[in-house]
């Protein structure tokens, strides 16, 4: 519990597949059990990150935190355990 | 698939959200739809067709923005992302269409006697002028992030970015749909006969036809997703 961090992806206002390459070029550099926090309010870019990264294998949920602005939560797990 | 510390996350943000106060928007929402009954009412009163056709096209906007669909995404992410669930959805639509318009052609055509011009649907020859303007297309729509259905359920969520692209997909669909139509349609359509394949091999084979290709292109879409992995 101690070293998990959580980052932070400002996406707003960028269309896909912006919001998905940024969020796989920074969930490169985390380490496993790590939170990322993407924040958009490109509707579709949710459905193409849910599908992206239940392939990759990691956890994933979303929430409607404003209108029209959602934040997406993304758990890092480690492709080699 | 979530996580306990994605939950716990979860709740903590509609905590936080819970204490900034957002306006209530659904008079935006009353107001339209008083609008929209006005509309279809006075196209009631004028015997129009558009009465049924314009409801119908708000509820198509409605479903593609609440699917969250998208054709550019369909074509753009198995090369990007290796994702194809959205292109196997454009396949199957694809798949239920040709079956429905099979029905509607062969209700209508008096079939072994009927011209091109009476299937319903519109058919046009195809050649290269296919192949360049859907390659035109094809990269517009990837760089402006959504084609014509997507940029305008886009504008109508509220995405800023896509009133740009609105402007300029009127721009040039006056430019050279409207003003330069004839100049385009002498050039490349004019004196070639559309290809209708039921003229060719008949009703049934053309359907089976069809529906065989589609299939064989969604399990090699599925195929795709699963070996691709980026």
Same mark, same amino acid.
């Given at each position: %519990? &101690? +070293?998990?961090?959580?980052e932070?992806l400002?996406?707003?206002?960028e269309?896909c597949?912006?919001?998905?390459? @940024?969020?796989?070029?920074?969930?490169?550099?985390?380490k496993?059990?790590?939170?990322l926090i %993407? &924040? +958009?309010?490109?509707?579709?870019?949710?459905?193409?990150?849910i599908?992206?990264?239940?392939k990759?294998?990691? @956890?994933?949920?979303?929430?409607e935190?404003?209108?029209?602005?959602?934040?997406?939560?993304?758990?890092k797990?480690?492709?080699?355990? | 698939?979530?996580?306990e510390?994605?939950?716990?996350?979860?709740?903590?943000?509609?905590?936080?959200?819970k204490?900034i106060?957002?306006?209530?928007?659904?008079?935006?929402?009353?107001?339209?739809?008083?609008?929209?009954l006005?509309?279809?009412?006075?196209?009631?009163?004028?015997?129009?067709?558009?009465?049924?056709?314009f409801?119908l096209?708000?509820?198509?906007?409605?479903?593609?923005?609440?699917?969250?669909?998208c054709?550019?995404?369909?074509i753009?992410?198995?090369l990007?992302?290796?994702?194809?669930?959205?292109l196997?959805?454009?396949?199957?639509?694809?798949?239920?269409s040709?079956?429905f318009?099979?029905?509607?052609?062969?209700?209508?055509?008096?079939?072994?006697n009927?011209?091109?011009?009476?299937?319903?649907?519109?058919?046009?020859?195809?050649?290269?002028?296919?192949?360049i303007?859907?390659?035109?297309?094809g990269?517009?729509?990837v760089?402006?992030?959504?084609?014509?259905?997507?940029?305008?359920?886009?504008?109508g969520?509220?995405?800023?970015?896509?009133?740009?692209?609105l402007?300029?997909?009127i721009?040039?669909?006056?430019?050279?749909?409207?003003?330069?139509?004839s100049?385009?349609?002498?050039?490349?359509?004019?004196?070639?006969?559309?290809?209708?394949?039921?003229?060719?091999?008949?009703f049934?084979?053309?359907?089976?036809?069809?529906?065989?290709?589609?299939?064989?292109?969604?399990?090699?879409?599925?195929?795709?997703?699963?070996?691709?992995?980026?």
């Amino acid at each position: %519990m &101690k +070293t998990m961090k959580e980052e932070f992806l400002d996406c707003m206002h960028e269309a896909c597949p912006i919001p998905l390459i @940024k969020a796989s070029k920074k969930l490169q550099k985390m380490k496993a059990k790590d939170l990322l926090i %993407m &924040k +958009t309010d490109h509707n579709c870019s949710i459905t193409n990150v849910i599908e992206w990264v239940d392939k990759q294998g990691h @956890k994933m949920d979303y929430i409607e935190i404003g209108r029209g602005e959602w934040e997406i939560y993304i758990e890092k797990v480690d492709s080699h355990e | 698939m979530t996580s306990e510390r994605i939950e716990a996350l979860k709740k903590r943000r509609q905590e936080e959200m819970k204490a900034i106060k957002t306006r209530d928007q659904s008079p935006y929402g009353w107001t339209l739809l008083i609008i929209v009954l006005g509309i279809v009412s006075v196209l009631f009163i004028n015997q129009s067709h558009y009465m049924w056709v314009f409801p119908l096209g708000i509820l198509l906007g409605f479903t593609l923005e609440r699917s969250r669909f998208c054709f550019t995404a369909s074509i753009r992410n198995p090369l990007t992302l290796g994702t194809t669930k959205l292109l196997q959805a454009v396949i199957l639509a694809l798949m239920v269409s040709t079956v429905f318009f099979f029905i509607l052609q062969v209700l209508t055509l008096d079939i072994g006697n009927f011209l091109i011009s009476e299937v319903p649907g519109t058919l046009r020859p195809i050649g290269w002028n296919t192949v360049i303007g859907g390659s035109l297309f094809g990269v517009g729509m990837v760089i402006a992030g959504g084609c014509a259905s997507g940029t305008l359920v886009r504008v109508g969520e509220g995405f800023t970015l896509q009133m740009v692209v609105l402007m300029a997909f009127i721009a040039g669909a006056l430019l050279a749909g409207v003003f330069h139509y004839s100049f385009w349609y002498d050039s490349f359509i004019e004196g070639r006969e559309a290809i209708y394949l039921p003229n060719i091999i008949g009703f049934i084979p053309a359907l089976l036809l069809q529906l065989t290709v589609l299939g064989l292109l969604y399990a090699g879409a599925r195929k795709f997703a699963k070996r691709k992995n980026i």
